[in-house]
């Protein structure tokens, strides 16, 4: 009565055993079967088929059916692909600097301009008054340096001579011809003299000072006088009408949008593991959503990577003389890189291992599989171009998924489609 339960026990844990620990050769054994009943049904009604070292298939009897690639590696040009847009060289939003009402007619939007076209004029209003006052003041406080300076000299002059009356005094007091309280009488006249020098070159700083104040004056009148014509910065077109007439502009109001669009940037992001093979002044082509093509050069790749997607932006300058192409049009982009060798081989050959990594199953000599971890290069609709394989690779593109490394099999081998 207690044996049918140990048996059932130990069956489990045959079972389990096989299923958890051996599973690859399980899934092997029972695909190899599977691949056998085919190969031997095929067998029963086809000669056998010659491999290129004279074997047959009849002598790999047990062996898993597998249908192998013999590839030989050619150099392609391994550009780097992008998704982008284009985007204006220059693009700036003219705006007021001061108060004042626009006087001006409005240019459309569309038009084209030079550098120091008048986009918006706004009203002076009492500016021009205020910078003649200014003027009127600097004036003023021009002519009031010389007297200063007159009245410095004069003092300069009195100390001498309170200088040369309290020398004598102090001769004469030394020898007895002169009372004390006249020694120090001329002493007080010279001190007095020293204290109208230091007053007048105070006058002298004081009217200096004025001339500056003046002509900071005339100069912030000037300044303000400026801001209300509102020009151009650089060639280009208008992306919006300029301010209306009689609207009243503020520091910050909007006049006008220019856009520059010759040259015009196309821009992408590389992704890191890329970067490194664009350089700048690398040759490019971009394919627009209109069908249009354009040539360029890289002239930026940026030195920081997005913090979100880990992605490099780099900008290719395009001449667009007819501006045919507009700001924030999609575009293919591929920036030339040096060559590499790859094979060419079907999307459906691609496989990952036990870890997870891309690769394809190859047939190693003795007929054993090996797995070859590869790189994608370029997709394509004839198929995948692989990196990371030898110049020359034996790869099974039929039969690829029911076999592991370490496995024996029977390759049937097929010509490359070029």
């Known amino acids: 009565m207690r044996l049918v339960p140990v048996l059932t026990a130990i ?17 092997g054994f029972a695909r190899g079967a599977e691949v056998g009943a085919e190969a031997a049904e095929a067998a029963a009604t086809e000669a056998p088929a010659t491999e290129p070292d004279g074997s047959t298939e009849s002598e790999g009897a047990g062996a898993v059916g597998v249908v192998v690639v013999r590839s030989q590696a050619r150099t392609i040009d391994s ?12 693009q700036v939003q003219v705006r007021a600097e001061t108060t004042g009402a626009v ?5 459309r939007k569309g038009a084209f301009v030079e550098p120091g076209d008048v986009l918006c004029k706004l009203d ?8 003649a006052q200014a003027r009127a003041a600097l004036a003023e406080a021009r002519t009031r340096v010389p007297e200063a300076e007159a009245r410095l000299q004069e003092a300069k002059a009195m100390l001498e ?11 004469l007091n030394a020898g007895g011809y002169t009372a004390e309280t006249t020694l120090l009488a001329r002493a007080a006249g010279v001190r007095g003299a020293e204290a109208a020098i230091a007053s007048a070159e105070a006058g002298v700083e004081a009217s200096r000072s004025g001339i500056e104040a003046a002509q900071a004056t005339v100069a912030a009148a000037e300044r303000e006088i400026s801001r209300l014509t509102i020009t151009a910065p650089f060639e280009g077109l208008l992306e919006s009408d300029a301010a209306e007439l009689g609207s009243l502009m ?3 109001s909007l006049c006008a949008e220019v856009i520059q669009l010759d040259p015009i940037k196309v821009v992408g992001y590389v992704p890191e593991t890329q970067v490194a093979r664009v350089a700048l002044g690398a040759m490019a082509q971009a394919r627009l959503a209109t069908g249009e093509e354009v040539v360029g050069k890289v002239t930026f790749l940026s030195r920081s990577a997005d913090p979100t997607t880990r992605t490099f932006e780099v900008e290719i300058t395009v001449p667009n003389p007819d501006l045919t192409i507009r700001d924030g049009q999609t575009a293919s982009i591929g920036i030339s890189a040096d060559g590499a060798l790859a094979h060419r081989v079907p999307q459906s050959a691609l496989t990952l ?10 047939v190693l000599p003795g007929d ?7 790189e994608l290069l370029r997709d394509t609709v004839d198929g995948v171009w692989l990196g990371g394989l030898p110049e020359q690779a034996d790869i099974i593109v039929v039969g690829q998924d029911f076999v592991t490394a370490g496995v024996q099999v029977a390759p049937s081998y097929r010509e490359v489609t070029q």
């Open 353 to 362: 291992n036990n870890e997870g990594t891309l690769g394809v199953r190859v």
């Open 161 to 171: 001579e309170a200088q040369i009356n309290y020398n004598a005094a102090s001769k």
């Open 250 to 252: 503020q520091p910050g």
């Open 11 to 27: 069956l489990v844990t045959a079972v389990l055993y096989l299923s958890v620990f051996q599973r690859d050769r399980l899934l």
């Open 103 to 107: 006087i001006s007619e409005p240019l």
């Open 368 to 374: 054993v599989v090996g797995f070859q971890p590869v």
């Open 124 to 131: 002076p209003g009492t500016r021009e008054a205020s910078l």
């Open 79 to 90: 550009a780097v692909l992008l998704r982008g847009e284009t985007r204006a060289v220059r």
